[in-house]
C-alpha cells in the first residue's frame, strides 16, 4: 500500500516539477499535426490548380493553340508534380512542341531527377530518353543509361536489353550483342 502511495506522489512530483516541459511537449505534437494537415491541404489545392493547367494545356493542343499549350506543359514539367510532370513532357513528345532535342533531353533529365518519382517511371522516362536520341546516342551514355536498368530487377529490364541488344547488331558488334540477347 506505501509503495502505491509512494508511486501516486512520485507522478504527481513529477508533473509539478517538469509541468512545463509536458505542456510543451504535447503543445509541439498538436502544433506538428496542425501543420502537417495544413501541408497536406496546400499540396491538394496544388495538384488541383496543375491538373487545370494540365487539362487547359490538352484543350489548347486539341484547338491547335500549340504556342500556349507549349508553354503550361513546360510550366507543368518544371513544377516537378510527380504525375502531371511526365505526363506534360509525353504530350509534348506526341506533338512534337519542342524542335530543339537538347532543351527535351533537359525535361528529361529534370523528370527523371525527380526525388519523389517512383523508381520504375524514372527507368521508363530513361528508355524513352534512349529512343527519344535515336541513332544519335553515344555508347558510352547509351550504357550508362541502361547498364544500371538491366542489372536491376525492373520491369524494363528486358526491353533495355533488347535495345542493346539491337544498337550492337545495327553496328555490326555481335559479340558485344550476344551479352545483350534474350534467352
Known amino acids: 500500500?506505501?509503495?502505491?502511495?509512494?508511486?501516486?506522489?512520485?507522478?504527481s512530483n513529477l508533473f509539478k516539477n517538469n509541468k512545463?516541459?509536458?505542456i510543451s511537449f504535447f503543445t509541439l505534437i498538436i502544433l506538428g499535426i496542425f501543420i502537417f494537415v495544413i501541408y497536406l491541404e496546400l499540396q491538394k489545392k496544388n495538384n488541383t490548380k496543375i491538373s487545370d493547367e494540365?487539362?487547359?494545356?490538352?484543350?489548347?493542343?486539341?484547338?491547335?493553340n500549340t504556342k500556349s499549350s507549349k508553354d503550361k506543359l513546360i510550366?507543368?514539367?518544371k513544377k516537378k508534380n510527380t504525375f502531371y510532370s511526365p505526363s506534360a513532357l509525353n504530350l509534348i513528345i506526341d506533338y512534337d512542341l519542342?524542335?530543339?532535342?537538347?532543351e527535351v533531353?533537359?525535361?528529361?533529365?529534370?523528370?527523371?531527377?525527380?526525388?519523389?518519382?517512383?523508381?520504375?517511371?524514372?527507368?521508363?522516362?530513361i528508355i524513352k530518353k534512349i529512343y527519344f536520341l535515336g541513332n544519335k546516342v553515344d555508347e558510352g551514355i547509351l550504357l550508362a543509361n541502361l547498364n544500371p536498368i538491366i542489372q536491376s530487377n525492373s520491369i524494363?529490364?528486358?526491353?533495355a536489353q533488347d535495345y542493346l541488344y539491337k544498337f550492337?547488331?545495327?553496328?555490326d558488334e555481335f559479340d558485344k550483342a550476344k551479352e545483350f540477347k534474350i534467352n
Open 1 to 11: 500500500m506505501n509503495d502505491q502511495i509512494n508511486t501516486q506522489l512520485n507522478m
Open 20 to 22: 512545463k516541459k509536458i
Open 54 to 64: 494540365f487539362n487547359l494545356a490538352k484543350i489548347q493542343l486539341a484547338n491547335n
Open 75 to 77: 510550366s507543368i514539367i
Open 98 to 102: 519542342i524542335e530543339d532535342e537538347n
Open 105 to 125: 533531353i533537359k525535361y528529361f533529365d529534370l523528370i527523371i531527377s525527380m526525388r519523389n518519382l517512383d523508381v520504375e517511371m524514372k527507368n521508363l522516362f
Open 156 to 159: 524494363w529490364k528486358q526491353i
Open 168 to 171: 550492337y547488331l545495327s553496328k
